[in-house]
């Protein structure tokens, strides 16, 4: 039996069934980064579903936007339908140039700039994406030596939300930089589709055009402004998963994977075989992440029930 995919992130768990069998319901999805236990939503109401999504309702999400990330005068928010979508939309702001992304890092960033004509390079370039805290290995960028000037600047935090002390929101009202932010990460909530980027009005301009009109539903703009004002939940969320990547730290040395970094969404782990180790999971119907530039590293999410600690636990135990 093969490995699954070393993908450039998570999911696939159709391809997994198809390779080692069951059903939907029978799979732990540890692939992703995504808060297993999610935001509760209350009822929608008809209107969040038949009328077009009006400025009123779009301003108070950026209202609410704004209030949670603690965004600073001059930076403006933008709402997008995912971060993804805003990911493969940000290399198409400037002409083709010269990008810096450093490795090992979230290969999507590099896909969309290829996709557009860039060149990713090592050093000094047009562009710079910086994703903080990294993924995979959950290193942070300490802000220094960087100064965008009329480069442009992305800084990824997609994965901040579990360590807001470390955002770097303060640097987006400078010119020519880019904040990312993804709500259905730490909100648990990936398939509503919603994501921002934060900066002054001038850089988000042309992504604003590029998004069109309503980019993002009534559900979204609902669920999204109501999540981000309950900052009881947020809080009470980050105690919790930090206590259960510890957790996941224990139960992975306790079997031989040790630790190499990751955030409290996700722990990144070294072993003898990766991809036999995945194998090894995926027949106890459990998906996990591998990666195209390491036979070593392994990701996996944090489990969200006792049944999946137990089995998660079992089938890293195996012989």
């Not at 994965?159 to 730490?186: E, Q, W, Y």
């Not at 919790?240 to 079997?255: E, I, Y």
């Amino acid at each position: 039996m093969t490995a699954i995919a070393k993908m450039d992130h998570g999911g696939g768990l159709d391809r997994a069934i198809e390779q080692f069998g069951g059903k939907r319901d029978d799979w732990i999805d540890l692939s992703t980064g995504i808060n297993p236990k999610a935001y509760p939503v209350s009822e929608l109401s008809d209107s969040n579903l038949t009328a077009l999504p009006d400025a009123q309702l779009t301003n108070g999400l950026v209202q609410a936007a704004r209030r949670f990330w603690r965004v600073p005068i001059g930076a403006d928010v933008l709402a997008a339908p995912g971060a993804s979508a805003l990911i493969a939309l940000i290399p198409l702001l400037r002409n083709p140039g010269r990008v810096r992304i450093d490795t090992p890092t979230y290969n999507e960033h590099a896909a969309a700039f290829v996709q557009a004509g860039w060149q990713v390079v090592p050093d000094q370039a047009h562009a710079r994406v910086i994703v903080h805290p990294n993924n995979p290995d959950g290193r942070l960028w300490d802000g220094t030596g960087e100064r965008p000037g009329d480069r442009l600047l992305v800084i990824d935090e997609s994965f901040c939300d579990v360590d807001p002390d470390h955002s770097h929101i303060d640097m987006a009202a400078t010119p020519n930089t880019i904040i990312l932010k993804s709500f259905g990460k730490f909100w648990g909530l990936a398939g509503l589709r919603l994501g921002f980027a934060v900066g002054r009005a001038e850089t988000l301009a042309r992504l604003r055009d590029l998004l069109g009109p309503w980019p993002v539903s009534g559900p979204a703009l609902r669920i999204g402004t109501t999540a981000l004002l309950d900052e009881d939940w947020a809080n009470a969320t980050r105690k919790r998963l930090a206590a259960d990547a510890r957790r996941l730290d224990a139960v992975a040395q306790s079997t031989g994977p040790t630790p190499v970094g990751g955030t409290d969404l996700f722990r990144t782990y070294a072993c003898s075989d990766a991809e036999g180790l995945q194998i090894q999971l995926a027949n106890r119907r459990i998906l996990c992440r591998i990666f195209p530039y390491s036979e070593s590293w392994i990701r996996l999410g944090i489990p969200g029930t006792p049944d999946a600690w137990l089995r998660l636990q079992a089938a890293l135990a195996e012989p």
